[in-house]
C-alpha cells in the first residue's frame, strides 16, 4: 500500500512556481547557471541555522539534507526539468559535476511538488514518515524565507 505524504507548499513559492514555469515555457527563457546560491549552499545553510537553532541535534536534518541532496541529483534530469532546459542541463552539468553545485533554488522548490510521489514507494515506517513531512515543511518555511527570498534576477 502506497503511503502519501503531504508537503504544503507555502503560497509565495506556489506563486514562484508558475512564474518560473510562465519564464521557460511561454518565454523562452533559462536560468541562469551556475546558479548562486546552489542547492548545496541552500542545505548548507540551512544546516548551520538548525544547528544554531538547536545545538548538537541535527544528525537527523544531516541525514534528510543529504537524502535530499542526492534526491536532487538523481531526479533533476528525469523529472525536475522542462523540455526547453535539458540542452542546458547537458552543457552544464559534465565532468561529475553534481547537479546540487549548479543548479538553485527553482529546481529545488521543483523537487518538493514531486517529493510526494517520490516517497510512496519507499518503505518508511509512519511515525518517521511524519517526521519527515515535518523537518520538509519546516525547511521549505524556514529555508527560503530566512533571508527574503532566494528567487531574484534569475533569468
Not at 7 to 19: A, E, F, G, M, N
Not at 34 to 57: C, E, F, Q
Request: proline share 4%; hydrophobic share 35%.
Amino acid at each position: 500500500m502506497k503511503k502519501l505524504i503531504k508537503i504544503q507548499i507555502p503560497s509565495t513559492l506556489k506563486k514562484q512556481l508558475v512564474d518560473d514555469w510562465e519564464f521557460i515555457t511561454q518565454q523562452d527563457k533559462l536560468v541562469k547557471l551556475p546558479r548562486s546560491p546552489t542547492v548545496d549552499n541552500i542545505l548548507t545553510k540551512y544546516l548551520a541555522y538548525r544547528s544554531k537553532k538547536d545545538g548538537m541535534m541535527t544528525d537527523s536534518v544531516g541525514e534528510i539534507l543529504n537524502g535530499l541532496r542526492c534526491y536532487f541529483d538523481k531526479a533533476l534530469p528525469v523529472i525536475l526539468l522542462y523540455k526547453k532546459e535539458r540542452q542546458q542541463y547537458h552543457e552544464a552539468v559534465t565532468d561529475n559535476v553534481s547537479p546540487s553545485s549548479i543548479y538553485g533554488a527553482e529546481h529545488l522548490l521543483r523537487l518538493f511538488v514531486k517529493f510526494p510521489e517520490l516517497l510512496a514507494y519507499v518503505n518508511i515506517e509512519e511515525e518517521t514518515l511524519v517526521s519527515l513531512q515535518q523537518k520538509l515543511l519546516d525547511f521549505l518555511k524556514g529555508n527560503f524565507s530566512m533571508e527574503g527570498s532566494y528567487f531574484y534576477t534569475k533569468y
